[in-house]
C-alpha cells in the first residue's frame, strides 16, 4: 500500500478518549465497543492513555450530565414513550417530563423505582 493511501485513510479516522474509574473501565470499554458495533462502525479500542494537551473533557463534547439528560437517554435506550415510562413508574406522562426537563427532581423514591425496573443504578439520578 502506497504512502499516499496510508495517509488517506488515516485522515478519515477520528479518536474519542474516555477516561473513567478504573473499577469501570472495561465495562465501559465494552459498551463503547458495543455501541459502535451496532451503529456498524469499525473500531479500534486501546488501552489506558496518557492525557495530551489535546484531550478534550467528556462535559465538553457531551454536555452537562444532568438527572434528567440521563432520564431521557434511559427512556430512550428502553424504546419507551414518557408515557409507558410513567405508566412503568406509577405516575403521570407530565411527571416524566417535568423530570426529563429537569423542572422536577427525581427524588430518592423515583430512583428506586427506576433502579428496580431497569437495572441501573439509582445514584445516576441523585
Avoid: C, N
Avoid at 473513567?20 to 479500534?44: C, H, N, Q, W, Y
Avoid at 407530565?94 to 423542572?103: A, L, N, P
Amino acid at each position: 500500500m502506497s504512502a499516499r493511501t496510508k495517509a488517506r485513510g488515516m485522515a478519515a479516522w477520528g479518536e474519542i478518549r474516555v477516561s473513567v474509574p478504573l473499577r469501570f473501565a472495561e465495562r465501559t470499554r465494552k459498551a463503547i465497543a458495543g455501541v459502535l458495533d451496532l451503529a456498524g462502525i469499525r473500531s479500534r479500542v486501546d488501552g489506558p492513555q496518557a492525557e495530551t494537551e489535546d484531550s478534550v473533557p467528556a462535559r465538553e463534547v457531551l454536555g452537562e450530565t444532568t438527572p434528567g439528560v440521563l432520564l431521557r437517554g434511559l427512556r430512550t435506550r428502553e424504546g419507551l414513550t414518557q408515557a409507558e415510562l410513567a405508566q412503568a413508574l406509577g405516575v403521570r406522562q407530565h411527571y416524566v417530563s417535568d423530570m426529563e426537563r429537569d423542572v422536577r427532581p427525581v427524588s430518592l423514591a423515583m430512583a428506586r423505582k427506576i433502579e428496580k425496573a431497569y437495572k441501573v443504578s439509582r445514584h445516576l439520578f441523585l
